[in-house]
């Protein structure tokens, strides 16, 4: 190839990315329904990591999560014209993952005894991300991090979900399966547990 078009070719690839990089997600899941291939690569770099976080929380096998997280691109691509506009492409991703695991484990004989629960959501992330005055001793802080290994399943998910992720009541509801007030009141009593469990440790 002649160096110049080379170069030309090379400046207007950088554009494009440049161009992807700046649009707003729905607006870049839009162009992937009508099939856009740089738009799958830019939904696919804004949001791999996101994914494969979350679903190691979900489930301690880094390999399965990854090979659902790629399937769950694989899916997109090969079924774009089916799929519908969504302003809230980050809920949606993190629920198609969230069933792609469960739905992977169901029927995978061969993992009967792994649980997507198995200690999911390590308490030092979720302790690193709630307020806390950088003022407590080494003892509050290692009570509050007992009081977080003492929250269900879902209390740790749905602390994962709004501290870590900062998701949205409406995200979450989505993700989770549930309407919006049970969202809310799912946190507000997760915290109330850790707030009870916390202050009578003290």
């Keep these: 190839m002649n160096v110049f078009l080379y170069v030309c070719a090379k400046s207007v690839g950088v554009i494009v990315y440049m161009i ?39 489930l301690p096998d880094k390999n399965l999560v990854e090979d659902c997280v790629q399937d769950i691109f694989i899916n997109l691509i090969q079924n774009h014209t089916s799929l519908s506009p969504t302003a809230n492409v980050r809920g949606y991703l993190l629920k198609a993952l969230r069933h792609k695991l469960y739905d992977t484990i169901e029927k995978n004989r061969k993992m009967e005894d792994v649980s997507l629960y198995e200690d999911v959501f390590q308490v030092d992330e979720l302790f690193s991300r709630i307020a806390l005055d950088t003022t407590d001793t080494d003892d509050r802080v290692k009570l509050l991090m007992k009081a977080l290994t003492k929250l269900s399943p879902h209390q740790r998910e749905i602390i994962y979900l709004y501290y870590v992720n900062e998701l949205g009541h409406n995200e979450i509801a989505g993700i989770l399966g549930i309407n919006y007030q049970s969202s809310k009141n799912l946190l507000s009593r997760t915290l109330r547990k850790l707030r009870r469990w916390f202050s009578l440790e003290l």
């Design 20 to 58: 992807y990089m700046e649009i707003s997600d729905e607006k870049l899941w839009e162009s992937c329904l009508k099939g856009d291939k740089e738009a799958f690569r830019e939904l696919y770099c804004r949001f791999y990591a996101l994914l494969r976080n979350y679903g190691i929380k979900l």
